[in-house]
């Protein structure tokens, strides 16, 4: 078992939490991990995902990096909003809104995001924030468009059909229920490859099913309209992708599309066997990706200290909340 995953589900301690407040007054609950001053690293989770989905980055990254990372909007600790507060443009929002509130004015980081978080990414490649403090990026298992078009997740024939069980599936407000041996196996199909150890499903699994279906279901209409093709030739920053081959939630042919439009694309590495999960399916080749971008593009050392005074005197995570 990897190093980087622990079997009793203890989280990371991080050094400081705030809240973050978007441009709609949306509360993003924020970790900082590891120390002020070291080189900054910001993750972005996936749809119906929170911030334990990046434990085993955390670990191993906070040792000599600053790690930051948030729950989106309505996911984990940052409250759900209104109806109309879902949108890609929100998730630009509540991005540039972290990054405002965890790094100095022009400051650097890299920046990775996991499907949904990817496509966050992408959604904020025009804003100034992102121009202002993305030295590189890493897309993990994500996808710009077409994404109930191209899912395998239906096992029917390519078509209109199963594209409108798809939607309907991301569209679900069905409460998920508890953990049990039959939802673990549905999740592993549906987002795990074959050959995903049994600890690692679990650990999504908790994940996902501690995502409130008031969240789920309004970030699954957005998903199932998905349209961020012309983003993605905007995003003018060198950028690395990562997919796995089995991944039927956002199969490899998204990865491949992102690579042929990436204007400053740094290549494509498919991870066999791995499924749509790979943060927490290959956590040392996402990690081992962020480092190396961090040593190529990010000055040794880091860009400065992080915006806030870090950890308080008692040891424990200072609180904050940050405009």
């Known amino acids: 078992m990897s190093r980087l995953l622990r079997r009793d589900g203890t989280p990371p301690v991080p050094t400081r939490e705030l809240t973050a407040l978007s441009a709609d007054g949306a509360r993003i609950h924020v970790e900082v991990h590891g120390r002020d001053g070291a080189p900054a690293v910001v993750l972005a989770h996936g749809w119906t995902c929170s911030t334990r989905f ?139 490859g074959a050959g995903s150890a049994p600890d690692r499903v679990d650990t999504c699994a908790r994940i996902v099913h501690a995502c409130p279906r008031g969240a789920r279901a309004p970030w699954g209409h957005v998903l199932a309209e998905l349209e961020l093709d012309a983003d993605v030739r905007e995003l003018r920053v060198p950028t690395a992708v990562i997919a796995g081959t089995e991944d039927r ?33 290959a956590p040392e080749a996402v990690t081992a990706k962020i480092r190396e971008l961090v040593t190529a593009y990010l000055p040794a050392g880091g860009a400065g200290a992080g915006a806030g005074t870090g950890a308080g005197t008692d040891g424990t995570a200072e609180k904050e909340e940050v405009a």
């Open 54 to 192: 990046w434990d085993a980055q955390i670990r191993d990254l906070a040792v000599d990096h600053r790690v930051v990372v948030y729950d989106q909007r309505g996911h984990g600790r940052s409250p759900a909003v209104g109806r109309e507060g879902y949108s890609t443009d929100a998730l630009a929002d509540d991005l540039e809104a972290v990054l405002a509130a965890t790094l100095s004015p022009g400051e650097k980081a890299v920046i990775a995001g996991h499907s949904m978080g990817g496509m966050t990414i992408m959604a904020a490649s025009r804003r100034a924030g992102l121009r202002e403090h993305a030295a590189a990026v890493l897309l993990c298992s994500t996808g710009s468009s077409r994404l109930a078009a191209e899912s395998l997740v239906v096992p029917f024939r390519a078509g209109a059909v199963r594209s409108g069980v798809t939607r309907a599936i991301l569209r679900a407000k069905a409460p998920l229920g508890p953990v049990t041996p039959i939802s673990r196996r549905i999740l592993k199909y549906a987002t795990m």
């Open 249 to 281: 939630m956002t199969p490899p042919v998204h990865a491949r599309a992102l690579a042929a439009a990436l204007p400053e694309c740094l290549g494509l590495t498919e991870l066999a066997g791995m499924g749509h999960m790979t943060p927490v399916e």
